[in-house]
Structures are given as C-alpha cells and as structure tokens.
C-alpha cells in the first residue's frame, strides 16, 4: 500500500500513533484515480489497527472536508483536495469510527485553516487557506481529547503545525 513511504506508525502501549501524508490528486486531478484507492485501502489500514488498540491519525489528509475547510469552496469544486470523491473518502474514512479532533473540540468554526497555497503569494495574508491537516482519533477515545489547534506560522506560507493535546 505505501510504496511511497507515506506512513509512519508508532505502537505504545495503550494506543498506535500514525502519521501520514495522503496523495494529492494533482494538476488536473491526473492522480483522482490512485488517491480514491489510497482513500479505501488507508481505511482499511487503520482499521486493522484499531482492532487492535485506538488509533491517533495525523498528518497531511490532502482534503478539505466541508466546505468550511477551506475559504473558497465554490471556486475550488474541481480542485485537488475538494473533489467530492475526495470529500467522500474522508466521509467513509470517519464513519469507520475515528472523529476529527478539530471539529470535536471547535464546532463549526470558521476561516482556521492549516494551509495556504504558496504559488499565490497573498493567500496568508489574506486568509485564503485550506484546513488539510487533521489529527483523528478512534471514536472510543475522543473523550480524552482536551485540544485540537492550528498553531500560527506568523507570515510563512505552506503547512502550519497542528497540535493535539489528549488526557490518558
């Protein structure tokens, strides 16, 4: 399933930490195709996982999931990342038992966005991000979740951390 080497997985003792970075379905969605599979067999990998302890999942999803996730959905229907295929991937992937963190701790909070396009030099500055990178969690332990926040990278565009903060 990797042969890009995009997971890294870490088992302790009460949990496995995964962290990802899911292909992006490119220029002209030339990669849709192979990202619909990654979508399917990732789900399957986590769940094979958290059958056997819960799961925490971060990294880069390469989707924004509502339109909310991103500032501009009506002009990005046929962008990579906010294809409705994808959106449904990432739909399929929560229904299988993980909740995003974000959304969990935030609700429908607006304009938060944990990526800006680089090409476009004033997409910081004026916000025009996208929310890509989640940490989801097995459904049985989202009560344990405290936070979940974009931190600021000031003017530097591209990815910002993100930060989970859980009680054991």
């Known amino acids: 399933m990797d042969y890009e080497g995009r997971i890294i997985t870490l088992e302790f003792n009460d949990f496995y930490l995964t962290q990802v970075y899911t292909p992006n379905a490119g220029d002209k969605l030339v990669r849709l195709n192979d990202r619909q599979i990654w979508d399917i067999k990732y789900a399957d990998y986590l769940e094979r996982l958290d059958k056997e302890k819960p799961v925490i999942a971060g990294g880069d999803f390469n989707v924004a999931h509502k339109e909310i996730d991103l500032a501009n959905p009506q002009g990005n229907r046929e962008s990579a990342g906010f294809t409705d ?35 476009a030099r004033t997409s910081k500055i004026n916000n025009t991000g996208w929310r890509i990178d989640y940490w989801l969690v097995s459904d049985r332990i989202s009560d344990k979740v405290v936070d979940s926040i974009m931190i600021d990278s000031g003017p530097r565009q591209d990815h910002t951390p993100i930060l989970l903060d859980m009680n054991f």
């Open 85 to 119: 295929e994808e959106r449904l991937g990432f739909t399929n992937l929560l229904k299988r038992g993980y909740t995003d963190t974000f959304r969990q701790v935030h609700g429908d909070v607006e304009s938060i966005y944990s990526w800006w396009a680089q090409r």
